[in-house]
């Protein structure tokens, strides 16, 4: 609902839009991971075990690609507390994805150190190889295109995070190599996080 | 450029750097040693007379922290935030990634120094590989007793975790990161009670950023004098600069508080590129006032920069060059701040939003020059009306960019353009109503 005619409130960013996640295939824990999270609980008191949400919630998604609601009623069972609890945390951090993303999540950070190094333009770039606009996905579900706040590594911008591995310095002109070499090597294409950026610089 | 030899970051450019036998070497766990031969207190005061004033941006004394938590009440916990997510921050990540063992020492000495038995990190989500990184050093530190039950034989238990957070820049705040850490949205909390009396799971915690806690076994090994005549009075010790933007080097410096602002820009980072001119500086992260070229020669110390009128927030150096178009900088920032509020107060959450888009309408040559007014007012109903640092970080970009670029807001709405187009921006920007 809007007040404004030139602002249409809510219309490009609402907080409050609630969205259901999609049911999703029925959801348990691989052996492997069922181990490694009753591991993780013991990081936590006993009585505290809903601390490891997060750490939960990583590997339903990294089991699954992304959080369905058979996830999370899983991981609430798991943890002891409700499912709206969980549902609470999915929907806060961006980190989490509650629709399927495509094999390489590529995600360029737009704020200001890498903006004013070429963000934008990586990102244009990018945009035009993929055909993607910012938060797409393509029709075969290999890269899924987001922008993505401060990544913490201003001193290499601009930066990309292709799912959890980084690239530094990537040139805009360079963005679209970087797209061709993700597909022939997958992420062995990618620089790293390293700080190196003194001997590469000169 | 001033004399100073980095401890905290000597050798972070070696291969080998992050693991044990490296750290060893070089005077590793040293400091752990030390620390256990006194008692508890003894590290206390040994702090509070180093005058460590904390890294993360607030600049607080980590000695009264840690003097504050109430010692009556079990379990307490220390937990280190390492969140690092303000706009132009990056020197947490550096130290993490190539001096592990340094942050897992400084959390063992500051567990054993108020009476915790566990310490937390909380990285934030995107630091995945620094988390392989700590992990393995945490391993390693358990494998040779500086972690675990009966550290060195002293009867001193303790255990550091790692906690990977899932993208939000709330959780660097201090409350917000604990309620993260129970489990929770990254909200912040009311204060008081402040998390020295009631932190994690309500018991008495101190949250301390990872180069607050890295500073703790240099003053330990180093001691008192050493540290207090590193850099100016209430200033001391090492301290790391992160310098980004228009320069040619850009990095992490370690210095003392002694250099100045145009020492790190033109000597540590190589200054600004060939052709260009320095506009302005933001000396803190994205959330402090920025400061002009006359003021360079400013020393890059807590007091320095806020007697300047900005602040050393977590020294965070953003250069931006005469390529830079100020209101494009505060629109940026201004969609940081409205994708990153957390939502819970309503000031905060709603007026971000109002924020940028009236930047943005601006930046796209659709502004009028009642808008200005309109920010100024905005951002008064913003600043000091939220439970948490966020909502004045989030005002500041618009208010300072007002203050000292008011002219170039009055070009855009005069021409109904952007007036400082640079090739470094989006050929096709996309437009406030597209």
Redesign the interface.
Same mark, same amino acid.
Request: charge should be positive.
């Given at each position: 609902m809007s007040f404004h005619p030139?602002?249409a409130?809510g219309a490009t960013?609402h907080?409050?839009a609630r969205q259901l996640e999609d049911e999703g295939p029925p959801f348990a824990y691989t052996a492997e991971n069922r181990a490694r999270f009753e591991e993780i609980v013991k990081?936590y008191?006993a009585e505290?075990r809903?601390?490891?949400?997060?750490?939960a919630?990583?590997l339903a998604q990294y089991q699954q690609g992304y959080i369905t609601a058979n996830a999370i009623r899983h991981v609430a069972e798991l943890?002891g507390?409700t499912r709206a609890?969980v549902e609470?945390?999915v929907s806060?951090?961006?980190?989490?994805y509650a629709k399927p993303v495509g094999k390489f999540v590529i995600n360029v950070c737009? &704020?200001?150190?890498c903006?004013?190094?070429?963000a934008?333009?990586v990102?244009?770039e990018l945009c035009a190889k993929l055909s993607l606009k910012p938060g797409e996905t393509d029709p075969t579900g290999t890269f899924t295109l987001m922008e993505?706040?401060?990544?913490?590594?201003?001193?290499?911008?601009p930066v990309v995070?292709v799912n959890?591995? /980084?690239h530094e310095c990537l040139a805009p002109e360079a963005a679209t190599r970087l797209v061709d070499d993700l597909r022939a090597r997958g992420e062995a294409a990618l620089s790293?996080?390293h %700080?190196v950026?003194?001997r590469r610089?000169g | 450029m001033t004399a100073y030899d980095p401890v905290l970051i000597a050798h972070?450019?070696e291969p080998n750097s992050y693991t044990l036998d490296f750290y060893l070497q070089h005077g590793g766990y040293d400091a752990l040693k030390t620390a256990l031969a006194k008692k508890p207190d003894e590290i206390i005061e040994i702090v509070k007379a180093s005058g460590l004033r904390g890294r993360g941006g607030a600049g607080f004394p980590t000695g009264m922290k840690w003097q504050f938590v109430d010692k009556k009440i079990e379990?307490r916990y220390i937990v280190c935030n390492a969140d690092?997510?303000?706009?132009? &921050?990056?020197k947490d %990540?550096?130290l993490m990634?190539?001096n592990p063992h340094l942050l897992i020492e400084g959390c063992a000495i500051g567990c054993y120094a108020i009476g915790a038995k566990v310490a937390y990190i909380y990285i934030?989500?995107?630091?995945? %590989?620094v988390q392989g990184v700590l992990e393995r050093a945490i391993d390693e530190a358990y494998a040779k007793g500086f972690l675990g039950r009966n550290i060195l034989g002293s009867g001193f238990d303790c255990?550091v975790?790692v906690?990977?957070?899932?993208?939000?820049?709330e959780a660097g705040e201090e409350t917000a990161l604990l309620e993260?850490?129970?489990?929770?949205?990254?909200q912040p909390r009311n204060k008081p009670p402040f998390p020295a009396v009631a932190g994690l799971?309500g018991k008495p915690s101190a949250v301390n950023n990872v180069e607050t806690l890295c500073n703790v076994p240099v003053i330990v090994s180093k001691g008192v004098e050493w540290y207090t005549s590193v850099g100016p009075e209430k200033n001391g010790g090492p301290k790391l600069y992160?310098?980004?933007?228009?320069v040619?080097?850009?990095?992490?410096f370690e210095a003392s508080m002694n250099v100045t602002l145009r020492e790190l820009i033109n000597d540590y980072a190589g200054g600004v590129r060939e052709g260009r001119t320095l506009k302005a500086v933001?000396p803190g992260g994205?959330s402090v006032p920025i400061l002009l070229p006359d003021q360079l020669d400013t020393r890059a110390s807590f007091d320095d920069i806020q007697k300047a009128g900005s602040l050393l927030g977590s020294a965070?150096i953003?250069v931006?060059d005469d390529s &830079?178009c100020m209101v494009w900088?505060a629109e940026?920032?201004l969609?940081?701040y409205?994708?990153?509020s957390?939502?819970k107060c309503t000031p905060c959450?709603e007026g971000t939003? /109002?924020l940028h888009?009236i930047l943005q309408?601006i930046e796209h040559g659709e502004g009028q020059m009642r808008d200005l007014d309109l920010l100024q007012s905005i951002s008064g109903n913003i600043g000091g009306k939220t439970l948490c640092a966020f909502g004045d970080a989030a005002v500041t970009p618009v208010l300072t960019t007002l203050k000292h670029f008011r002219h170039e807001y009055e070009a855009h709405i005069k021409e109904g353009r952007c007036t400082l187009p640079?090739p /470094?921006?989006? &050929?096709?920007?996309v437009g406030a %109503?597209a």
């Open positions: 030139k602002m409130y960013f907080k409050s990081r008191p505290r809903r601390s490891a949400v997060l750490p919630l990583y943890l507390i609890d609470d945390v806060y951090y961006t980190m989490f737009r &704020t200001l150190s903006a004013i190094n070429g934008e333009r990102t244009e993505v706040e401060c990544l913490g590594a201003c001193d290499r911008a995070m959890d591995a /980084w790293g996080c %700080h950026v003194e610089r | 972070v450019r379990p690092e997510s303000e706009p132009g &921050t990056f %990540h550096l990634e190539r934030r989500g995107e630091f995945f %590989h255990d975790f906690h990977r957070g899932a993208g939000a820049y993260s850490l129970e489990g929770k949205r990254a799971y992160c310098v980004s933007g228009h040619r080097k850009p990095g992490v933001i994205s965070a953003v931006l &830079t900088l940026n920032l969609h940081f409205r994708h990153e957390c939502g959450r939003d /109002w888009k309408r640079a /470094w921006r989006a &050929t096709h920007p %109503h």
